[in-house]
T-cell receptor, first 112, second 114 residues
Framework: DQQVKQNSPSLSVQEGRISILNCDYTNSMFDYFLWYKKYPAEGPTFLISISSIKDKNEDGRFTVFLNKSAKHLSLHIVPSQPGDSAVYFCAARMYNNNDMRFGAGTRLTVKP | DTGVSQDPRHKITKRGQNVTFRCDPISEHNRLYWYRQTLGQGPEFLTYFQNEAQLEKSRLLSDRFSAERPKGSFSTLEIQRTEQGDSAMYLC????????????FGPGTRLTVT
């Protein structure tokens, strides 16, 4: 059961522009959401997270937005840099539950 | 390097053989997780330890799979009688105790069953 969905397998943007990666979830019990970035031959690296009590969390060039009513979150990267090129995974979990569910990932390519 | 490490990075085995993978978490992390990732998919949760206690197991973890964390430090994941469907990337992650949700991943062990 695909409780976390990333419907865009790939995204290509120009350097300096905004990258927007989207994620939808179906389980209303999820209360914590995370974004991970993965380079080839490496494990996923934690990027940014958001609790369900918030609708926005910002860290430098990265901002995550959460729309609970739509069960949708997005990751904005501004400005995008070539080093941001990687696969981005959205993940979600329920309070006190260690079963973190991941989306299938979106491959971001930032062109110089 | 104080990150999560995994050994080996790659393993090729014949169907029916047993394999064992090792994970060394970040030293102060008492929670350790195993995930499996297949091509085009995100990581799928397999099991979780708090210290040496295995507290959760996914239904994905068949009877052929067993994981241990004997002293609450490193962990091993063993697959017995491997099948071609076991071919995947096996990822280990660790985190601090409750309240810290960020899991830090190792580089993974890529298993190929021929």
């Amino acid at each position: 059961d695909q409780q976390v969905k990333q419907n865009s397998p790939s995204l290509s943007v120009q350097e300096g522009r905004i990258s927007i990666l989207n994620c939808d979830y179906t389980n209303s019990m999820f209360d914590y959401f995370l974004w991970y970035k993965k380079y080839p031959a490496e494990g996923p690296t934690f990027l940014i997270s958001i609790s369900s009590i918030k609708d926005k969390n910002e860290d430098g060039r990265f901002t995550v937005f959460l729309n609970k009513s739509a069960k949708h979150l997005s990751l904005h990267i501004v400005p995008s840099q070539p080093g941001d090129s990687a696969v981005y995974f959205c993940a979600a979990r329920m309070y006190n539950n260690n079963d973190m569910r991941f989306g299938a990932g979106t491959r971001l390519t930032v062109k110089p | 390097d104080t990150g999560v490490s995994q050994d080996p990075r790659h393993k090729i085995t014949k169907r029916g053989q047993n394999v064992t993978f090792r994970c060394d978490p970040i030293s102060e992390h008492n929670r350790l997780y195993w995930y499996r990732q297949t091509l085009g998919q995100g990581p799928e949760f397999l099991t979780y330890f708090q210290n040496e206690a295995q507290l959760e197991k996914s239904r994905l973890l068949s009877d052929r799979f067993s994981a241990e964390r004997p002293k609450g430090s490193f962990s091993t994941l063993e697959i017995q009688r491997t099948e071609q469907g076991d071919s995947a990337m096996y990822l280990c992650a660790s985190s601090l105790a409750a309240g810290r949700y960020e899991q830090y991943f190792g580089p993974g062990t890529r298993l190929t069953v021929t």
